[in-house]
């Protein structure tokens, strides 16, 4: 009993959470700390993890906004009047609606109310600052009329909800959000958009632009900084200026606050995308990947563990992080050799490095997709530790 004690107090010593290698096949996996981050980003957070001017102006030594350089480029990079970033993509949905939806709350469609991760719902984020928040229509099908009718009875805002993580067929009808815009301009109130992916574009698919939002109507567009954006866990609200500035001053905005090192990635972050480079991010770089890369780094794997070239398989990787639903992209994957795939799963992760995978079919498959190429090695080394 001392023995197990004593091991328990020790781990609770070790730096965590500790690096892992995904070779899930998630390239945004949420449990996995979702978007991998770019070298500028990790650069711009070690330097302000000391004293930096965080909230300082040294040309004036007077007291600044730690929003002060990152909220210029964000506007441009997003054809926004303002942006103000809060902690996460949640924290962003409930500032907007705790702001904006006073007295009357956010309609917001059945069809619509989507449910993340953890069990969390959006309608219930929305309204967890005490917001009324009306639902309109039905599960399938939501028209113009009932988002007026709501307007009608004392609605102060309407929020449209993206459907990130699934998708509907079939007798369905929602209006477009451009339509909705000219509603909520008729009856003068502010249409919230949740976007949360946060794609500035340039991927595969059809999801949604934040600057698509804003130019067909929205008023205020929330998403996150962690998924498609490709940078830290953060969460923006950007649109109107007016609106960005009830959203800034309203108290829940200093508890929504990022910190020091949140503000310095999303800062790097924000300006790869700025000098068009985004395809040198991680997570592009990720989904960019060819096929004959992936099989070429597959092969010279097995072959430095003298595995057979059989091990090499085709595989269908993911985005994940509640993006692009229903979307696979071809991959190429290792299997591992023996008969307990769930056996060599715990043991890789239990290794140093830790490997995650995911059982499939009776095997356990590494999918190069969402690890990259510099950390083959460790991979190789982890396997070598196999039984």
């Not at 965080?54 to 990079?77: D, H, N, T």
């Not at 809060?86 to 709350?105: F, K, M, Q």
């Not at 928040?133 to 309407?158: K, P, Q, W």
């Not at 459907?163 to 003068?188: D, I, K």
Request: glycine share 12%; proline share 5%.
């Amino acid at each position: 009993m001392a023995t197990a004690v004593a091991t328990a107090l020790s781990g609770l010593l070790v730096a965590r959470p500790r690096v892992l290698l995904n070779a899930t096949g998630v390239l945004l996996h949420t449990n996995l700390g979702r978007a991998p981050l770019a070298v500028e980003a990790v650069a711009a957070m070690v330097a302000a993890a000391g004293s930096c001017e965080l909230e300082f102006m040294v040309e004036s030594g007077q007291r600044g906004s730690r929003m002060a350089w990152l909220r210029p480029l964000l506007q441009a990079l997003l054809g926004a009047e303002d942006v103000h970033v809060v902690n996460n993509g949640a924290a962003a949905l409930l500032l907007a609606c705790t702001t904006l939806g006073r007295p009357g709350g956010v309609v917001l469609s059945r069809g619509q109310m989507v449910e993340i991760g953890d069990g969390f719902r959006v309608a219930e984020m929305a309204g967890a600052g005490g917001v009324p928040v009306v639902a309109v229509g039905s599960t399938n099908r939501t028209h113009v009329g009932d988002y007026a009718a709501a307007l009608d009875g004392g609605a102060a805002a309407i929020l449209w909800v993206h459907l990130s993580n699934f998708s509907q067929a079939g007798f369905v009808a929602q209006p477009e959000l451009a339509t909705l815009a000219g509603l909520a301009r008729e009856r003068g109130v502010p249409l919230l958009a949740d976007l949360g992916s946060g794609s500035l574009g340039g991927l595969p698919g059809d999801e949604p632009t934040v600057q698509a939002y804003l130019a067909a109507g929205a008023d205020l567009v929330c998403f996150s900084g962690d998924k498609l954006l490709g940078g830290p866990q953060a969460g923006l609200v950007a649109g109107r200026g007016e609106l960005v500035a009830r959203c800034r001053r309203h108290p829940l905005a200093r508890a929504l606050r990022p910190d020091k090192t949140t503000i310095a990635a999303l800062h790097a972050t924000a300006a790869v995308h700025a000098r068009g480079e985004a395809r040198t991010l991680p997570l592009y770089a990720m989904i960019a990947a060819t096929l004959p890369e992936l099989r070429a780094r597959a092969e010279a794997i097995v072959d430095a563990l003298a595995w057979p070239r059989s091990c090499v398989r085709d595989s269908e990787a993911t985005v994940g992080g509640g993006s692009l639903p229903g979307d696979v992209i071809a991959s190429v994957a290792i299997a591992v050799p023996g008969r307990r795939p769930e056996r060599a799963a715990a043991q890789l992760r239990l290794g140093s490095p830790a490997v995650v995978g995911r059982v499939h079919a009776g095997a356990l498959l590494l999918d190069l997709r969402s690890l990259p190429p510099d950390s083959d090695a460790g991979l190789i080394a982890a396997l070598r530790g196999l039984a």
